[in-house]
């Protein structure tokens, strides 16, 4: 009697305990539940969920041996342009296991289950990347992400993370599907405004989006998001969710299905959401992502409470905010990904200018919360755009914070005049950011010479396009003129 081969997962050793009994758990509530499909995603490098739909009973073969996986995707810019040749004899991203593009293999992660209440007997799972030898794929970002918590667990801590999401809502005209229109990329769809803006907070602006608002919360709970508010912001049809804290890789995680699910809810009722920083519609206000963030040690308390004044956070807190100001410029490529979110950046515009810290200031790139003995003590990065990659957004904070902590950084004074203060300028443009990104050693130490090259190529082969095209700037600044 010979024993039956062993899967992918399990030759590898790809799974730990809890995974493997959710896995066991998942099969029965597969069965239970009659669920047919499960979408099974990767979060890729822009935070773009990609993936495949899989029946029921193919899926339980992908619990034991994953899923072939085309990997081309992980060269993609954010229209789906290669960065580099496909298919030459060799290629600069110093990955021999993936020249001439060969399957990769998506991993299911079962604790990330869900079901989708708006798609029939339809299940949702994220899975991480592997190459065909069982290797993580070195481009995959919450694989990223997990090496940065594992040195942080081995200095006996973890993290918390308070996601805050603003976005647009528009009422959909014309999704621009004609041949014509379907370019590489496609035209963007033609949209109006779903209420008027710019009285913010007002309960009666709020009530116009009631439906939509509930509507959107209703399923996002369904999915276990632990939302904490749901409320018209500032502009007309924008809207901010919180949620309460997470671990970080439940917090990663959590950001990337919000964001896909606000799009897919909204597009099949005639909406369109976007999460661009700056959408180029008439009189709308810029939106951000502020990311909330504190350490915790093994009894699950928070070491940024500062045990008495002056405070406002503990050296440790301190330390990890000096290390968030020095390595500002290079976490830029990584916390404002896009050249349209470093145009949030406007003075008294709600988004940092300066890399500075100040106590319950929204002026600055760091806003600090609590005080001492205040349990709920913690930094607010204000830095982040919408579309930023939460793993690489949550794994750039981690970087820098540890090493400002092991470095014993100073973040000198609080500022009180933010866009006024003698403090550092931020990268202002996706250009600068990318410089800024290649000089920072630490960031290349942390993530290595392989991703931290490809996070280059990636961004200047974006800039390149940008710089290449005619802008209706130009063409409005100067075709008459001159």
């Not at 009722?269 to 920083?277: D, E, L, Q």
């Not at 950084?409 to 800024?436: F, I, K, N, Q």
Request: include cysteine; charged fraction near 25%.
């Amino acid at each position: 009697m010979t024993n039956e081969r062993k899967g992918f997962i399990e030759s590898h050793g790809l799974w730990t305990d809890e995974q493997s009994k959710a896995a066991e758990e998942l099969l029965r509530r597969i069965e239970k539940e009659g669920i047919k499909n499960i979408r099974v995603g990767w979060g890729d490098q822009h935070g773009i969920v990609r993936g495949k739909t899989v029946t029921a009973e193919e899926f339980k073969s992908s619990l034991r041996n994953g899923k072939d996986f085309q990997l081309v995707t992980a060269i993609f810019d954010t229209t789906n342009h290669p960065i580099v040749p496909p298919f030459g004899a060799e290629n600069t991203l110093n990955i021999p296991e993936m020249i001439g593009l060969p399957d990769g293999v998506l991993v299911p992660d079962p604790t990330t289950f869900k079901v989708l209440p708006w798609v029939k007997d339809t299940g949702w799972v994220l899975s991480d990347a592997y190459l065909a030898n069982g290797k993580p794929c070195p481009l995959s970002t919450r694989q990223i992400l997990r090496q940065q918590l594992e040195k942080l667990a081995s200095d006996g801590l973890s993290m918390k993370v308070g996601l805050e999401f603003e976005f647009y809502v528009f009422k959909l005209l014309d999704a621009k599907l004609a041949p014509s229109q379907s370019g590489y990329p496609p035209e963007a769809p033609e949209v109006e405004m779903i209420q008027h803006g710019y009285q913010y907070l007002t309960e009666n602006r709020g009530d116009e989006i009631e439906n939509i608002l509930s509507f959107l919360q209703d399923n996002l709970q369904k999915l276990g998001l632990p939302m904490a508010t749901f409320e018209d912001e500032w502009g007309p049809g924008q809207c901010e969710v919180t949620f309460n804290p997470l671990s970080a890789i439940e917090a990663a995680d959590a950001a990337l299905l919000f964001r896909s699910a606000v799009k897919q809810l909204c597009r099949r009722n005639g909406y369109h959401a976007s999460f661009m920083a700056i959408p180029k519609v008439p009189n709308v206000f810029p939106s951000g992502w502020h990311m909330h963030q504190s350490l915790v040690n093994s009894a699950g308390e928070n070491v940024f409470v500062a045990s008495e004044d002056p405070g406002p956070l503990s050296k440790i807190g301190m330390n990890y905010l000096g290390g968030l100001l020095d390595r500002a410029p290079g976490t830029a490529l990584l916390t404002t990904p896009t050249i349209n979110g470093y145009k949030r950046q406007r003075p008294d515009g709600f988004a940092p200018t300066k890399a500075s810290w100040a106590y319950e200031n929204r002026g600055s790139m760091l806003r600090v919360i609590g005080g001492p003995k205040n349990s709920a003590s913690r930094i607010e990065n204000r830095i982040g755009e919408p579309t930023a990659n939460p793993y690489l957004y949550i794994a750039s904070q981690l970087i820098a914070g540890r090493d400002g902590i092991a470095r014993s950084s100073d973040p000198g004074d609080s500022v009180t005049a933010a866009y006024l203060a003698d403090r550092p300028v931020l990268p202002r443009s996706l250009m600068e950011a990318v410089t800024a990104f290649k000089q920072d050693d630490v960031l290349k130490r942390e993530l290595g010479d392989t991703f931290h090259n490809y996070m280059v190529m990636l961004k200047e082969f974006e800039v390149n396009r940008f710089l290449s095209a005619v802008t209706d700037w130009e063409h409005n600044e100067y075709f008459e003129m001159y």
